[in-house]
């Protein structure tokens, strides 16, 4: 199968772990049913080389590929690289399971096209981009992780399709701006960072005009920079600051207006006002003044 022999020279310490030519008698990392092979899975292999998804070949017919589920887990920073779009045409894949590693690039608009997709984790990686609106279509989905990455924009409406999924999306630890569309009441329960279900959110998670709702149905998976390309951002979605709500353009490190409950040091950042922790720098000739502000603010709201 010419896949999986893509795989082994995508993941070089495969070779360890393979004896012979027949992939369901002497490769652990296969796993077969009735001679066929059905599951591929790197989860527990100690990889001391860096290694990669490999690409689908032009010429392999993705309906005829029978693995039905790819699992590789936590293997770090041994496993990078970008996901393959030529996976969409794996229409017999099932489950697909890449948490926990240093994946990056955005999500394929063509990976709507497997369409017998229920369970995708691509959780704790480095993933970048928007939720393309077009994996709407992937109407058997039923788990879909992907917490703890980079990805930002707003959550597409389209994904109210995705019925089946209900309580089983996992979107917290992005850079999500908006609010939960509310299109996805009574049919998605996500599990989402504070600032997007807030009731607040269309003003203090505000997106800027650059923001979008999701590649569209002819965008390349590559097409679009990622969040920590753009040059002359001036959304608070792109800032690093922790509470900040809108940082310097071009500087994410540099906050211009903290979220309430929270207030401006002469460092940039941004200093709690409730616990009374006047943080504020005295090193400077200003600093004694500043520091004096922030506690009368601190004793002002405790009146």
Known sequence: MKFLQALVTAVPDLKFYKKGTDYCVGWDFVQCVRGVATKVKLTGLKLAHASSLPDLADDVNGALVTVTG??????GAMLSGTLPPSWGRLTQMQRISLSGNALTGQLPVEWSGMASLKILWLGNNKLSGT??????????????????NSLSGTLPAEWSKLTRV????????????????????????PTVDPAVSAETCATTNACDKASSSGAGPHSS?????SPSSA????????????????????????????????MLTDDFECASISDGACRQSVSDRNGWLMLALLCTSVLWNLV
């Open 70 to 75: 790819f699992e590789a887990n936590d293997i």
């Open 131 to 148: 939720l393309p609106a077009v994996w709407s279509s992937l109407s058997k989905l039923m788990q879909l992780k992907l917490n703890n």
């Open 166 to 189: 209900k309580n089983g999306l996992l979107l917290q630890g992005n850079h999500f701006c908006g609010c939960v569309p509310p299109e996805w009441a009574g049919k998605l329960t």
């Open 221 to 225: 998976s590559h097409s679009s920079p």
């Open 231 to 262: 040059s002359s951002s001036h959304s608070s979605f792109h800032c690093t600051v922790l509470h900040c709500f809108k940082c310097d353009a071009g500087n994410g490190t540099k906050c211009m207006q903290c979220t309430r409950g929270y």
